[in-house]
């Protein structure tokens, strides 16, 4: 029976590390772009179904959510060569596309504007589990919609599933080349969160998503 992980991408840099993360399982488990299985692939055997699930056409899709509070990188996923595997109901961008400006605070109270889109698709995505595991959040600590909207999320997570896993691979930023000045703020505010409402964190550091960024702009051409 399969334990089935929901992975929810916050803000840019969690969806560009979803955006590898996604390419990477497709090559493993012999997914194409469209979804459907590489002739040399198996049907069963290697769990495909903690992380993908079947459409009524057979197409594997992503058990995941997409989230920003501006348009640019969720567009760029949206006309990238793997848009097809997603399911389009899972996008969520914010509604006047200004994002959350670096600010923890704005992201955060974001949150209360936004939850009801937000966990309708996270709660269509759990009832369509057969036996949901927990739940994997991809972002940063220190922008301002992958720490502020990402910590509401995972406190409200928490709320209403307080018996599923939580882990979090959470993006540090690079002391030494930070050019945000609220930056610190941003990641301590949500390192409260992380230690109060995750039952793992995975800590990667900032020049990871600088690789990942020219990763996916090669990969798309752009």
Not at 18 to 29: N, R, Y
Not at 52 to 71: G, K, W
Not at 172 to 178: E, G, L, N, R, S
């Amino acid at each position: 029976m399969p334990r089935e992980i929901i992975t929810i991408q916050a803000g840019q840099c969690g969806n560009n590390i979803g955006t590898q993360f996604w390419q990477q399982l497709c090559l493993e488990h012999g997914i194409n772009q469209d979804g459907n299985l590489e002739e040399f692939a198996t049907e069963g055997g290697d769990r495909k179904d903690v992380f993908f699930y079947q459409s009524d056409d057979t197409r594997y899709i992503p058990r995941a959510i997409l989230i920003d509070l501006e348009p640019r990188v969720l567009s760029t996923i949206q006309n990238g060569p793997y848009s097809n595997i997603y399911n389009p109901e899972n996008f969520f961008i914010g509604k006047d596309g200004s994002g959350a400006g670096n600010n923890w605070a704005a992201g955060y109270a974001t949150g209360d504007t936004v939850q009801e889109e937000i966990f309708d698709m996270i709660d269509r995505e759990a009832d369509g589990s057969d036996s949901l595991e927990g739940f994997m959040l991809l972002h940063s600590i220190a922008g301002g919609t992958g720490s502020g909207l990402g910590s509401y999320i995972l406190e409200r997570m928490n709320d209403r599933f307080p018996k599923k896993l939580i882990q979090t691979y959470s993006v540090f930023p690079d002391t030494q080349a930070a050019d945000v000045v609220v930056n610190p703020y941003n990641s301590l505010l949500t390192m409260r969160r992380l230690t109060q409402n995750a039952d793992s964190v995975v800590s990667l550091q900032r020049p990871i998503t600088s690789y990942l960024k020219m990763q996916t702009r090669h990969q798309t051409g752009n």
